[in-house]
């Protein structure tokens, strides 16, 4: 049963550093990897996915890593900003079930000023 | 471009009530899923239709029911609602048939935030 874990739960730092979220996932039979940013109470913004056969995608400051064969993979934000400040879920596209997308409970973010 | 909507934005319902949810898929796409995300949680996985079809199922009991329209609009029905079911649902859409567009980005409706009372 694939499970997707997202550690740490909470993360607060100031502004204008470089950050990693981390996500690992327990099967690595899987069509993609996404990336999603959650305001609260709001829905779902795809930032990056990485299809199966790719190590990596990058949009502006963001990048995302994928290593299937260690089931895992990082987002990297470069020079955070307060607006940054948000959940950020990591999500698998199973083999076993291609209809569905499975998540990591998330990470809260929070860039102080 | 119209993106993905859902209606209502909020809604309270007591328990042992009925509630259905909608949700207008993005231009040009036949998929539509439905997750459930309670507080604190990642989004679970509730069903998927292509095409009408119901094409994939997570472990939710039948009174979480489903329909999709010949325009692929979609209706999420709740029957027998439990305090448990209070959370935000969530509608995407995407591309294509589940089990080949397993590369496609599915994008995501605001929600509906559903509290049982």
């Known amino acids: 049963k694939q499970e997707v874990t997202q550690i740490p739960a909470a993360l607060s730092v100031p502004e204008g550093e470089n950050l990693v979220l981390n996500c690992s996932f327990t099967?690595?039979?899987?069509?993609?990897l996404q990336w999603f940013r959650q305001d609260p109470g709001k829905g779902l913004t795809s930032l990056l996915l990485?299809?199966?056969?790719?190590r990596e995608q990058t949009s502006g400051r963001l990048n995302a890593s994928l290593d299937k064969s260690s089931g895992r993979s990082t987002l990297y934000i470069a020079a955070s900003q307060p607006g940054d400040s948000a959940t950020y879920l990591c999500a698998v596209t199973p083999y076993s079930s291609a209809s569905k997308i499975i998540f990591g409970s998330g990470t809260r973010l929070s860039i102080r000023p | 471009e119209t993106g993905v909507t859902q209606s209502p934005t909020h809604l309270i319902k007591t328990r042992g009530q009925q509630v259905t949810l909608r949700c207008s898929s993005q231009?040009?796409?036949?998929?539509v899923s439905w997750y459930q995300q309670a507080l604190g949680q990642g989004p679970q996985f509730i069903f998927q239709y292509y095409r009408e079809e119901e094409n994939g199922r997570g472990n939710f009991p039948p009174r979480f029911s489903g329909l999709q329209f010949p325009n692929y609009s979609s209706e999420l029905n709740v029957n027998a609602l439990e305090l448990d079911d209070s959370a935000l649902y969530l509608c995407a859409s995407s591309r294509g048939q589940g089990a080949s567009g397993g590369g496609e980005t599915q994008y995501f409706g605001p929600g509906t935030r559903l509290l049982v009372l």
């Open positions: 990485i299809q199966s056969s790719q």
């Open positions: 099967d690595s039979a899987i069509y993609n």
């Open positions: 231009s040009g796409h036949n998929t």
